[in-house]
């Protein structure tokens, strides 16, 4: 009998990855947040400006954001990787400069860039998953910064047959006529570069962004050491569905954090037979709400646990 419902599930599958019991403990839990800026932002499918992209990662460095709240309340290390922002920033210890480019191209106007910054986003985000690896991380969890990110992500999912009205949505608070021209320069980005359903490097080239492309390759290389990772909202699954793509075995590795308020999320989740741990009505982004769900992943090993040591006795 099924007592903890999900709670069990969660369980089973971890033990699947682990093949242990009991289910050991995470010793060494991360958060990486990916942070580049997208070159359609100039579109105004935002409510703010580039620039806010920087200011928030500099925001981070102060402890100062969402993230930085959960990830001390989970005990998870933190870091930002700059994927491709519009600034140089100092050295930090909570920073990985993995930069690609300054921002992407305007995808409206043609590619968001070439494939092979393409190829370089999945090789750089596997480099920074296999030395997460390599140092302990055992459990590792992923976040998106990055102004017109919701955009980019929309721009994805719709390369890959989604319907552009049923997942388009607001991010950040955008009028409804904004978001109007959101879905409008997605039609227009998928007209114009036509990217290729069946290659997810082409899609990530022609209308994709670098903190996405980075995603991908941290979840692939995540995957290839058996390490489970955590999802969280609309930005960040379409890192984990360009990876899925390329390699449909990295779900057996993937967790999904949270439902996003952002309405394109649940398609994509009920198209994957996913279902996510918490449901908040969250917009935060920044890998807040999978930060939040490591608290249920570790209440689901220790029932495990005590379930197994009962039947063992």
Do not use: W
């Amino acid at each position: 009998m099924n007592e903890a419902g999900y709670l069990e599930e969660l369980a089973s599958k971890l033990f699947k990855i682990k093949k242990q019991i009991p289910l050991p403990m995470f010793k060494d839990k991360r958060v990486y947040v990916f942070a580049a800026d997208h070159g359609v932002v100039q579109n105004g499918v935002s409510a703010y400006p580039k620039n806010v992209t920087y200011q928030m990662v500099l925001n981070y460095f102060k402890g100062g954001a969402g993230i930085n709240v959960f990830a001390r309340h989970m005990g998870l290390k933190f870091f930002v990787v700059d994927s491709g922002v519009d600034y140089d920033f100092e050295d930090n210890p909570s920073l990985i400069k993995m930069k690609v480019g300054y921002g992407t191209k305007d995808f409206s106007m043609g590619p968001a860039m070439t494939r092979e910054e393409a190829i370089t986003c999945i090789e750089y985000g596997m480099k920074v998953a296999k030395k997460a690896i390599s140092q302990g991380a055992d459990l590792l969890v992923i976040g998106d910064k990055g102004i017109g990110n919701t955009t980019t992500a929309t721009a994805i999912f719709a390369s890959f047959g989604f319907d552009v009205n049923k997942i388009t949505d607001i991010g950040t608070p955008i009028p409804p006529s904004s978001v109007i021209k959101k879905r409008n320069i997605v039609k227009k980005a998928l007209k114009i570069n036509r990217p290729n359903p069946n290659d997810p490097i082409d899609v990530l080239s022609k209308v994709g962004g670098y903190c996405i492309g980075q995603m991908a390759g941290f979840i692939l290389e995540a995957f290839k050491n058996k390490v489970p990772v955590v999802i969280d909202g609309f930005p960040t699954t379409a890192g984990f569905y360009l990876a899925y793509k390329i390699n449909e075995r990295v779900l057996d590795y993937a967790f999904f954090g949270h439902l996003s308020k952002v309405k394109g999320h649940k398609v994509i989740l009920d198209s994957l037979g996913v279902r996510p741990i918490l449901d908040l009505d969250m917009r935060l982004g920044e890998g807040t709400g999978a930060a939040l769900s490591v608290y249920l992943i570790e209440a689901a090993i220790k029932y495990f646990n005590f379930k197994n040591e009962k039947v063992i006795s």
